[in-house]
């Protein structure tokens, strides 16, 4: 597999800057999160941009990732790389999982501010509290992902791939 190195060097940066996001509002919000480790309830069979793909696909590859170290889901909805309720991709894990649970801000079909969280969050707090400096901007998050994935499509001679082309996780087992 050829990848283009400079959009994959890119993309690691764009989820180092939304880890250290998540984590300030993780660590702002933390009284109203009842997120922890073995609930799984965020992780779904989610597709993903090539850029995304190719650079998890790599990273596995390069720690010998053992295929047989996820089990087969009963439930299809359920992400392949769940195992006893737990990630075993965490660290290299899309960027869709990197925010579970906060508050995301974005724009909905009809051009409104839309607020979503995890309904198991934000109990007791006044949703009128909730501001651009407290919630997650996923808007210009996405816009950046977006413009990366192009980048690199153009430049992949793999496969062609159109901009709105998306992946399904699960195939990564596949190539693994
Ligand atoms: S990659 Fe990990 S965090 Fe993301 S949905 Fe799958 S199991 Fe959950």
Redesign the pocket.
């Known amino acids: 597999m050829k990848t283009n190195s400079k959009s994959i060097t890119a993309y690691r940066q764009l989820r180092d800057e939304i880890d250290k996001l998540s984590a300030k509002l993780e660590k702002e919000h933390t009284k109203h999160l009842s997120c922890k480790s073995g609930c799984?309830m965020?992780?779904?069979d989610?597709s993903i941009f090539p850029v995304e793909f190719y650079s998890i696909l790599e990273e596995l590859k390069n720690q010998n990732f053992q295929k047989n170290s996820f089990e087969s889901k009963k439930n299809g909805q359920a992400?392949v790389?769940?195992k006893n309720h737990r990630?075993?991709?965490?660290n290299s894990?899309?960027i869709i999982?990197r925010t579970?649970g906060l508050p995301l801000l974005f724009t909905n079909n009809e051009a409104e501010w839309e607020l979503s969280a995890c309904e198991l969050n934000f109990k007791e707090f006044d949703l009128e509290k909730f501001t651009s400096e407290n919630t997650f901007p996923q808007d210009k998050f996405n816009s950046k992902l977006f413009l990366l994935n192009k980048k690199f499509i153009t430049e992949f001679d793999e496969i062609k791939y159109g901009e709105f082309n998306l992946i399904p996780?699960k195939n990564l087992v596949k190539k693994l």
Do not use: E, G, N, V
């Open positions: 799984d965020c992780c779904m989610y992400c790389f769940l990630c075993t991709i965490y894990r899309p999982c579970h996780l």
